[in-house]
């Protein structure tokens, strides 16, 4: 009996083209990823308020645990700009009145996604993947970016400001108070530019690393006065405990929710995204399992809270990249760096980290995408651009919130008022179609169809669209078809209200019949007592069958 492919993706690859044929695929795109990944990572420790060695720290933990667990090929994780703008807010009010603590602070809400992250996966709530919509997600994506923005503009431009909040930080602007000094705007502008410029013409080439060697240099030649990055210690993981307290836990377990959500759903939809070889099927548990195990291991290690970043997702597979391998290579590079390579890293500008920063936000604008909805639904348009402007105006933590609100309302909305029509048959060719499409209506019988699951928010509707059909289409009906081919599955609710709409019918001298319920609509109905109430005889596994014996029955 053959032995089964492991389901990881590392491990499948493995079994599937063997170490050699790996590395000789796989090489140049890992290498490729570590020279975007080191400036990154340090560019997105300096983003939450940590020393830039704690951004390798958690590349360094987080890949080999994705490598091991997770489903898919290409996923670039460790340091990401959204999560780790999300987890600097969370802690920020909290580290306010002690700046002794963001670390510890950002390691234990590490630790408090990566336990919630295994907890969910043990409950297989992967399905929470499809929690938000693209509106939503187009919209609090904008508000990231525009918070990163804002965010970089003063360790970008050598100053700072005096207010917390983006609104705040552009009155500053707009009054004249926020004063830029002109060699680190003038780095940090050249490092932003640079990575656009090659982003745009030459995807493949490591604009991130190549800026900032440039910036370094410049600086360097020309003495000017810029902040450096200085010596980078301790960025070799030492696994511990965070301190935690209970008032603390309590502080940011909400949050920790928000991140996991955001986190878990970004990892998703990037790894679809980029996958090239539709026989690969990712494992949402799977990928929540890894999510929380490379959270836990950042946690331990004094890190922050880690996620996947498109660009280097993307990157191994324009590479031609087969598997995880691609990413133990970058790892690998990313140790002989530190090993090998340290002092050159403590040159690095601090003005231009904030330009790999601030290009990182400026990429994830997508007026495109906006402009897409406009065409398409102007609803749409408008949960986008709410939500964007909340996440901008009240905060990111807020914006999660206000982001699985308005896709809860969306998936009620929709479901509360789903589309519904009366059959007729149709020749050419032969079945059961809309109305609207031309046919053969029945004048004796009425066939309904309603395209939602049953439940507590439209079973009134169902009532009232029936009722509409039955008085537009004739007076003469003496049957009824139910198609139930459109309903998944019904509530309690719906039952009742479904049981005392058949007994009125009939009451009328209406026949009721029910075509296409399946199996779990079907046990539905001889839990709550409808099935008594229909008749077994009544229900029907096509429409056609219904309809002969509704006719049969006249």
Do not use: K
């Amino acid at each position: 009996m053959p032995r089964a492919v492991p389901t990881t993706g590392l491990r499948r690859a493995v079994h599937r083209y063997g170490i050699r044929s790996l590395l000789r695929s796989d090489t140049t795109a890992g290498l490729t990823v570590a020279a975007m990944l080191i400036p990154q990572a340090m560019a997105y420790a300096e983003l939450g308020g940590l020393d830039p060695a704690i951004g390798l720290r958690v590349a360094l933990v987080t890949i080999p645990v994705y490598g091991l667990l997770g489903s898919s090929r290409f996923l670039g994780v460790g340091p990401e700009p959204g999560t780790a703008v999300l987890a600097a807010s969370i802690v920020a009010p909290i580290a306010a009145s002690d700046p002794t603590r963001p670390a510890e602070l950002m390691a234990t809400l590490a630790l408090c996604v990566g336990v919630l992250g295994v907890a969910a996966s043990l409950l297989r709530l992967g399905v929470l993947a499809e929690l938000l919509s693209a509106p939503v997600l187009i919209g609090y994506v904008t508000g990231v970016a525009i918070t990163l923005v804002v965010s970089q503009l003063a360790p970008l431009t050598g100053t700072s400001f005096s207010a917390s909040s983006v609104p705040e930080r552009l009155l500053e602007i707009v009054d004249g108070s926020f004063t830029p000094e002109l060699a680190a705007t003038a780095v940090g502008a050249g490092v932003t530019a640079t990575i656009l410029v090659l982003r745009d013409r030459a995807p493949q080439v490591p604009g991130a690393l190549l800026a900032l060697g440039g910036a370094a240099g410049v600086v360097a030649v020309f003495d000017l006065d810029v902040a450096r990055v200085g010596p980078v210690d301790g960025a070799f993981p030492v696994p511990g405990f965070p301190p935690i307290e209970a008032d603390t836990l309590r502080t940011v377990l909400p949050g920790a929710v928000g991140v996991l959500l955001i986190g878990f759903t970004d990892n998703v939809l990037t790894a679809r995204a980029v996958e090239t070889d539709q026989r690969v099927a990712l494992d949402a548990d799977a990928e929540m399992r890894a999510l929380g195990a490379m959270n836990i291991a950042a946690g331990l290690s004094g890190g922050f809270v880690a996620s996947s970043s498109a660009s280097r997702s993307a990157t191994p597979a324009l590479l031609g990249a087969r598997s995880q391998v691609s990413a133990l290579i970058s790892w690998v590079a990313v140790v002989l760096v530190l090993l090998l390579g340290r002092d050159a890293l403590t040159v690095i500008p601090i003005p231009a980290l904030a330009g790999v920063v601030m290009a990182a936000g400026i990429g994830l604008l997508a007026p495109s995408s906006f402009r897409r909805l406009a065409r398409q639904d102007n609803a749409e348009l408008a949960l986008a651009l709410g939500t964007g402007g909340l996440a901008v105006v009240a905060g990111l933590l807020i914006g999660v919130g206000a982001a699985v609100l308005a896709s809860m309302v969306l998936v009620m909305t929709r479901l509360g008022r789903p589309h519904d029509d009366f059959l007729v048959w149709s020749d050419d060719p032969p079945g059961w179609v809309s109305a609207a499409h031309g046919g053969t209506p029945d004048a004796r019988i009425l066939v309904f169809r309603f395209d939602a699951p049953l439940f507590f928010a439209n079973a009134r509707l169902y009532e009232r669209r029936l009722r509409s059909h039955l008085e537009a289409t004739s007076a003469t009906e003496d049957g009824v078809v139910l198609d139930f081919e459109g309903i998944g599955s019904i509530d309690i609710t719906a039952s009742d209200h479904l049981d005392t709409l058949v007994l009125a019918l009939r009451s009328e001298g209406l026949s009721v019949r029910v075509a296409r319920a399946n199996d779990a609509v079907r046990r539905a109905f001889e839990r709550s007592g409808l099935q008594e109430t229909i008749g077994a005889t009544h229900l029907h596994p096509t429409i056609a069958d219904a309809v002969a014996a509704a006719r049969r029955e006249r």
